[in-house]
Nanobody, 119 residues
Framework: VQLVESGGGLMQPGGSLRLSCAAS????????MSWYRQAPGKERELVAG????????NYADSVKGRFTISRDNAKNTVYLRMNSLKPEDTAVYYC?????????????WGQGTQVTVSS
């Protein structure tokens, strides 16, 4: 099982980035996918989530209207488009795959990709 994030980097405030998370080794289209982030000294927080078929999304209040989550089940990939970036968006961004089983919730994490917003 692998979740491999890419697309992070250094961006000036107001800029845009698109993160990608390529999945393998599990039935991607059956899993809810989410992006989390963790800034230095802070807890990991949910940024955005998307249902298995892509018909439902949710966002943290801090990113609503600026970030868009999407997925391509044919490519086993989930994306996070980030516009109007702010310094407070600086964090390591993690991809998460989650499914509810009869034993309870189960999922996987990627290794993270660093996003730094600074002038």
């Amino acid at each position: 099982v692998q979740l491999v994030e890419s697309g992070g980097g250094l961006m000036q405030p107001g800029g845009s980035l698109r993160l990608s998370c390529a999945a393998s080794g599990f039935p991607f289209s059956s899993y809810r996918m989410s992006w989390y982030r963790q800034a230095p000294g802070k807890e990991r927080e949910l940024v955005a989530g998307i249902s298995s078929a892509g018909g439902s999304t949710n966002y943290a209040d801090s990113v609503k209207g600026r970030f868009t989550i999407s997925r391509d089940n044919a490519k086993n990939t989930v994306y996070l488009r980030m516009n109007s970036l702010k310094p407070e968006d600086t964090a390591v961004y993690y991809c998460n795959a989650r499914i509810i089983t009869v034993q309870g919730p189960f999922g996987y994490w990627g290794q993270g990709t660093q996003v730094t917003v600074s002038s």
